[in-house]
């Protein structure tokens, strides 16, 4: 039965870039379900996640705050439960909550249960396992230290439960606010079942121009880049039928135009562009993620929006859609206007930053970083405000051409340097190195900690 308020499903990937889908031009993509989600709402073409990796851009998906406040400033570290979340503030408003998927957003193990209380950040209904990349091996806790293990594929597992969430919402008049968050396409990227592998021919994907193989990446090792990427792309189109399984579910219950879904990731993946791989880079195929909204009410369909959307301003735009009050601790901005009027004040740069080169980043020479985003360039230092890479991004769209320190951008990339400046003083973010910045913000003892854990449990025999 409709319900009087909009509900709020949010669904989002982990580690798919945002040029993963047919609607956004990609011929080797099969995607019927987000494209027909574009054309029936709103393709934002600029989502960009504001740290591209994991744990640090979720904390601020669900808080939109930057990890420099919400302390997730490297994995494996737990969120603050102070702040308001997306799960406090719909609560406050009237909504029931409901969390499924991936949470990693409580520290180390990642195998560890999360009881009911603050650490859920205001979700009640809950079907949650901290972290695994065992696609064929779907487990989850619900209220109680026990965990449940399903057979399948894990996409499918959890969709199951959020159909089953919905079914249970047929007869109850309380708007409801579902997340569910998905492992795939991250890595290990053959664990998908066969019938969307053999949807893709390696020898048919088109590789961008910026693909450098072979190459000498320990996280490429034993990976074929075309046989990877087609598998990566399977991936998307197993989430891409999921997707269509749950907005199926809306519309029978009569329920899809009176909610606002929203499809994204948490960052993207670089696949061999510039000769890396996964994510925490600044390059375009980390930072840049897919950004689907509809909601008939207030959105138009079919409708592009180019306003720099950054993955902190989320949940400000989900207050400014349904009308609700925004908490003053929200360090995002309400986008709702941009969204709805192609020439509202949108926004001139956002920052994007990786606060701290562990683990898969240190392995590629990729440490600590900040930028910004304009809807023409990327501007990248290094710690100690060090420039690193300028590029333009409308002449060069593969980032091939780093600009940085030639005579004819000098005065963009003063203006690029001054806009990051106010950044950093905006988020109270001093610009260190890697452990550096840990020991800034008092939380390098704690780091060490959960680093150990999560190395020891690693070394764990898999069962």
Same mark, same amino acid.
């Given at each position: 039965?409709?319900?009087?308020?909009?509900?709020?499903?949010?669904?989002?990937?982990? +580690?798919?870039?945002?040029?993963?889908?047919?609607?956004?031009?990609?011929?080797?993509?099969?995607?019927?379900?987000?494209?027909?989600?574009?054309?029936?709402?709103?393709?934002?073409?600029?989502?960009?996640?504001?740290?591209?990796?994991?744990?640090?851009?979720?904390?601020?998906?669900?808080?939109?705050?930057?990890?420099?406040?919400?302390?997730?400033?490297?994995?494996?570290?737990?969120?603050?439960?102070?702040?308001?979340?997306?799960?406090?503030?719909?609560?406050?408003?009237?909504?029931?909550?409901?969390?499924?998927?991936?949470?990693?957003?409580?520290?180390?193990?990642?195998?560890?249960?999360?009881?009911?209380?603050?650490?859920?950040?205001?979700?009640?209904?809950?079907?949650?396992?901290?972290?695994?990349?065992?696609?064929?091996?779907?487990?989850?806790?619900?209220?109680?230290?026990?965990?449940?293990?399903?057979?399948?594929?894990?996409?499918?597992?959890?969709?199951?439960?959020?159909?089953?969430?919905?079914?249970?919402?047929?007869?109850?008049?309380?708007?409801?606010?579902?997340?569910?968050?998905?492992?795939?396409?991250?890595?290990?990227?053959? +664990?998908?079942?066969?019938?969307?592998?053999?949807?893709?021919?390696?020898?048919?994907?088109?590789?961008?121009?910026?693909?450098?193989?072979?190459?000498?990446?320990?996280?490429?090792?034993?990976?074929?880049?075309?046989?990877?990427?087609?598998?990566?792309?399977?991936?998307?189109?197993?989430?891409?039928?999921?997707?269509?399984?749950?907005?199926?579910?809306?519309?029978?219950?009569?329920?899809?135009?009176?909610?606002?879904?929203?499809?994204?990731?948490?960052?993207?993946?670089?696949?061999?562009?510039?000769?890396?791989?996964?994510?925490?880079?600044?390059?375009?195929?980390?930072?840049?993620?897919?950004?689907?909204?509809?909601?008939?009410?207030?959105?138009?369909?079919?409708?592009?929006?180019?306003?720099?959307?950054?993955?902190?301003?989320?949940?400000?735009?989900?207050?400014?859609?349904?009308?609700?009050?925004?908490?003053?601790?929200?360090?995002?901005?309400?986008?709702?206007?941009?969204?709805?009027?192609?020439?509202?004040?949108?926004?001139?740069?956002?920052?994007?930053?990786?606060?701290?080169?562990?683990?898969?980043?240190?392995?590629?020479?990729?440490?600590?970083?900040?930028?910004?985003?304009?809807?023409?360039?990327?501007?990248?230092?290094?710690?100690?405000?060090?420039?690193?890479?300028?590029?333009?991004?409308?002449?060069?769209?593969?980032?091939?051409?780093?600009?940085?320190?030639?005579?004819?951008?000098?005065?963009?990339?003063?203006?690029?340097?001054?806009?990051?400046?106010?950044?950093?003083?905006?988020?109270?973010?001093?610009?260190?190195?890697?452990?550096?910045?840990?020991?800034?913000?008092?939380?390098?003892?704690?780091?060490?900690?959960?680093?150990?854990?999560?190395?020891?449990?690693?070394?764990?025999?898999?069962?």
């Amino acid at each position: 039965m409709p319900t009087d308020r909009p509900n709020i499903v949010l669904v989002f990937a982990d +580690q798919m870039r945002a040029s993963a889908m047919g609607c956004a031009g990609n011929p080797d993509v099969i995607s019927p379900v987000m494209d027909q989600l574009a054309a029936d709402g709103v393709y934002c073409e600029n989502g960009i996640a504001n740290t591209p990796v994991c744990c640090p851009n979720r904390g601020t998906l669900l808080t939109s705050t930057y990890p420099t406040c919400h302390n997730v400033q490297v994995n494996d570290m737990p969120v603050r439960t102070d702040l308001p979340s997306l799960g406090t503030v719909a609560k406050d408003n009237g909504y029931d909550t409901a969390y499924i998927g991936k949470w990693h957003l409580d520290g180390s193990p990642r195998t560890k249960f999360t009881p009911p209380g603050p650490r859920r950040l205001g979700f009640d209904d809950w079907a949650v396992y901290n972290c695994s990349h065992a696609y064929m091996d779907p487990k989850y806790y619900r209220n109680s230290p026990e965990v449940i293990r399903e057979e399948g594929y894990e996409p499918e597992v959890q969709t199951n439960i959020a159909l089953d969430y919905l079914e249970s919402r047929k007869h109850n008049k309380t708007p409801f606010c579902m997340v569910v968050s998905w492992g795939p396409p991250h890595d290990p990227y053959d +664990q998908v079942p066969q019938k969307y592998i053999d949807m893709y021919d390696p020898a048919k994907i088109t590789l961008q121009p910026n693909v450098i193989e072979p190459i000498d990446n320990k996280l490429a090792h034993g990976k074929d880049c075309r046989t990877t990427i087609a598998q990566y792309y399977a991936a998307v189109t197993a989430l891409d039928e999921q997707l269509g399984r749950m907005i199926d579910k809306l519309k029978a219950m009569g329920e899809m135009d009176n909610t606002l879904f929203i499809f994204t990731s948490d960052h993207g993946d670089m696949l061999w562009s510039h000769g890396m791989m996964k994510k925490q880079a600044p390059w375009a195929e980390s930072v840049d993620v897919p950004l689907l909204m509809r909601m008939p009410s207030k959105l138009d369909a079919g409708v592009k929006r180019d306003a720099l959307f950054g993955t902190v301003d989320l949940l400000p735009t989900i207050c400014g859609l349904l009308d609700w009050d925004k908490p003053a601790t929200l360090q995002g901005v309400d986008l709702s206007p941009c969204l709805i009027d192609p020439n509202a004040t949108q926004p001139t740069t956002s920052l994007i930053a990786n606060y701290h080169g562990f683990s898969e980043a240190h392995h590629q020479n990729l440490y600590a970083w900040r930028g910004v985003r304009t809807k023409t360039h990327s501007y990248i230092e290094k710690p100690n405000r060090q420039p690193w890479m300028l590029f333009d991004n409308q002449a060069d769209p593969y980032q091939l051409n780093n600009l940085i320190g030639k005579t004819e951008v000098g005065a963009v990339q003063q203006e690029l340097f001054d806009a990051l400046t106010r950044w950093l003083n905006i988020t109270d973010d001093p610009a260190l190195s890697d452990d550096e910045q840990l020991k800034h913000f008092g939380l390098f003892e704690l780091w060490e900690h959960h680093r150990d854990i999560v190395k020891n449990e690693w070394r764990k025999p898999v069962h």
